[in-house]
């Protein structure tokens, strides 16, 4: 990391934890105009070694369609790898378009990890930082300085080694009722939406995010929308909350499907051989049954989902 760099990223935290005991969704100025950008460097990109890419007929679930695509990677270093590449493509993307605001969702578990690499060269230098608006599609309703709070990880984890302004990380207000956190996110999107910050879908009328990241429990949930969970099927609001989470703690809010999917591009990091049943009823074309798992519920309207996996999380898929 550069000296100048390293400050930068430096006053970023410093000005997050200041946030801490305040209102969480401060909105910023809306930034459009003049864009000063700063290609990859391709001769740098890291290598992608995907074992093999599923979107193709012949594979079990031929019902996976060209916008899912499943990559499977040999080594947890590839994949990471990859995910910054992907990351930082959406980002050189939506930053050169007229909105010029990168919106990014994140999640926790081993996602946050997974994304290290955004914060080593090339990409450290080469992502215009300061377009990213940086949200979640869950958070525990705990202090923002608690172990088990998402923003803590990834502020940990990524977010305090790169320079992105800290009025453009959304977190949630840790001062109010889980009913109230919820209620505040969801005012703080439709605020950003006014702003031009926050795109809106054209076809479904919820906001268009640039890329959604996330994880999925052996359990196949994804966000806090936990299997059989009747929040699941909540259609109107773009934040809802939980009170009885199966995965401790029992508070969090999280993004609605409406919003999930809307998205422009879903990542979705799943690895381990715990999630193997639920990556198998995912993608095994058996998308009709009744009793669908949260993530079989990812069906973005105008939009493409890149799985990321490992050979273990794919062990039960027949044609791989
Ligand atoms: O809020 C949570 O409980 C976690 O964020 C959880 O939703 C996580 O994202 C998945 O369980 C995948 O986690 P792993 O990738 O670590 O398995």
């Known amino acids: 990391m550069s000296t100048a760099t390293a400050a930068a990223a430096s006053t970023s935290l410093s000005s997050a934890a200041r946030r801490r005991s305040s209102p969480a969704c401060r909105i910023p100025a809306p930034r459009r ?12 990109r890291p290598l992608l070694r995907p074992v093999s890419a599923m979107a193709s007929p012949g594979v079990d679930g031929e019902a996976v369609a060209s916008r899912k695509k499943l990559l499977i990677f040999d080594a947890e270093e590839a994949l990471a790898a990859s995910l910054a590449e992907y990351t930082a493509g959406l980002s050189e993307k939506a930053t050169a378009a007229e909105r010029g605001a990168f919106t990014v969702v994140l999640s926790g578990g081993s996602l946050i990890k997974a994304l290290r ?12 930082w300061s377009r990213w608006h940086v949200f979640w599609a869950d ?4 202090p923002k300085d608690h172990t088990d709070s998402n923003y803590k990880l990834a502020m940990d984890g990524l977010l305090s080694k790169v320079p992105i302004p800290a009025n453009q990380v959304y977190a949630m207000n840790d001062t109010l009722s889980v009913e109230g956190a919820a209620d505040d996110y969801e005012t703080c999107l439709k605020q950003l939406i006014k702003d031009g910050v926050i795109a809106v879908s054209p076809v479904t009328g919820f906001p268009k995010f640039d890329l959604i990241l ?11 929308l936990f299997p059989g969970h009747p929040i699941v099927h909540e259609n109107q609001k773009l934040v809802t ?13 999280t993004f609605t499907f409406p919003v999930i999917n809307s998205s422009a591009h879903i990542g979705l990091v799943v690895t381990g051989a715990g999630k193997a049943g639920a990556v198998h009823k995912a993608l095994s074309g058996d998308q009709k049954s009744l009793d669908l798992l949260p ?10 989902v890149t799985w990321f996996t490992d050979k273990p999380a794919v062990s039960m898929l027949s044609k791989i």
């Open 214 to 224: 996330l994880g999925m429990g052996p359990d196949g949930h994804i966000a806090s």
């Open 117 to 128: 690499k955004l914060a080593e060269p090339p990409y450290l230098e080469a992502v215009d």
């Open 295 to 304: 993530v079989e519920m990812i069906e973005p309207q105008d939009g493409e």
């Open 33 to 44: 105009g003049s864009l000063l950008r700063r290609p990859l460097a391709s001769s740098s």
């Open 139 to 142: 958070e525990r309703v705990v």
């Open 241 to 253: 909350y939980v009170k009885d989470s199966p995965k401790p703690p029992p508070e969090r809010i």
